[in-house]
């Protein structure tokens, strides 16, 4: 096994958290280190910069784990352009995208039920540099210029609208582990 990189992409609300939990579950430990984008916290309104270097980041944890014999699984937004900008396809593990794509109706309901205080209200206001509706609103109206950019890549698209987390999970291991067999 050539140990690679898997960034599992989509707007806020398309399941990547959830969908985490189960790889978590599904894939070995010893052979996946599977992590979310944002566990080591987002500065106040997030931005270009601190993404590009949290990317990096990733990137240089992947290839720490690569020379162990591990392949790294990451959950948070990539946009194929800006992470071929950072990416070093010399230097870094073989990277795949993925991206996850629910409607804008699915992301709106997900995304209501996810800030349900005036504490979540006020720290998603922090992170994104708008108000919770504006948030919201911006991620559903991406969701479908964002698949448009993962398809013009040929990469993996995944429906979460109508599936369970775990069987998106099911989905992508199946995906990971498949293309072990082809290696």
Excluded at 71 to 83: D, L, Q, V, Y
Excluded at 98 to 113: F, Q, V
């Amino acid at each position: 096994m050539n140990p690679e990189v898997y960034f599992i992409s989509g707007v806020c609300g398309a399941g990547k958290t959830s969908v985490l939990k189960h790889l978590k579950k599904i894939l070995p430990t010893d052979t996946y280190d599977i992590r979310d984008f944002d566990e080591r916290g987002v500065p106040d309104g997030g931005g270009l910069e601190w993404h590009n270097k949290e990317t990096l980041y990733w990137l240089d944890t992947a290839l720490t784990n690569a020379k162990s014999g591990k392949s790294t699984i990451i959950g948070g937004f990539a946009e194929p352009e800006r992470f071929k900008k950072v990416y070093k396809p010399a230097e870094h593990p073989k990277a795949q995208l993925l991206l996850l794509h629910a409607s804008g109706d699915t992301i709106r309901k997900r995304l209501m039920g996810r800030y349900p205080t005036p504490e979540s209200i006020e720290e998603i206001k922090r992170a994104s540099g708008v108000p919770l509706n504006q948030f919201i609103e911006n991620n559903a109206s991406y969701a479908p210029e964002l698949r448009g950019i993962f398809e013009k890549e040929g990469a993996l698209v995944i429906e979460t609208d109508e599936k369970t987390s775990e069987e998106v999970a099911n989905e992508i291991a199946n995906q990971i582990l498949g293309q072990l067999g082809s290696h």
